[in-house]
């Protein structure tokens, strides 16, 4: 059974379950080509499109930024990737999400959403490692 604790976050994704989640579904070797593929080539595009662009406007400018922070949110989903796989913890670290993969499966994905809102995904990230540590 899950504490309280875990309970009351269920409104807001949490970074490290999502990243074992995709591996446990999607395999470790797909999800790390994945987010690696997400940072180097967003992070090339933004900045393609930000100096190449230079003087053509704000929009090429914003899009470029736009992207950055698409990268950046695929940072610490990379890094956890990395950590999960290196440990082998996937199925343990959501046990009891498979067991309830209905409900938390649909959620997670809905949640997964929010990674195209830029830098809201890192800082999120960020936020919970920062408690989790707190509470070690």
Partial sequence: MQDVS???????????????????FHGPVF?????????????????????????????????????LGMALNYVPLLVYAIAIVRRKSAREEVAFEV?????????????????????LVFFLALYQEARSRRKE
Avoid: M, W
């Fill in 6 to 24: 875990a309970r009351s976050e269920d409104a807001i994704i949490n970074v490290r379950k999502l990243v074992a989640l995709d591996i446990v």
């Fill in 99 to 119: 067991e309830h993969r209905g409900r938390y499966v649909r959620r997670y994905t809905l949640q997964s959403l929010l990674l195209l809102v830029p830098l």
């Fill in 31 to 67: 999800i790390i080509g994945e987010f690696a593929l997400a940072v180097v080539g967003a992070s090339a595009l933004g900045l393609f499109s930000i100096f190449f662009f230079l003087s053509r406007g704000a929009y090429p400018i914003f899009v470029g930024c736009y992207l």
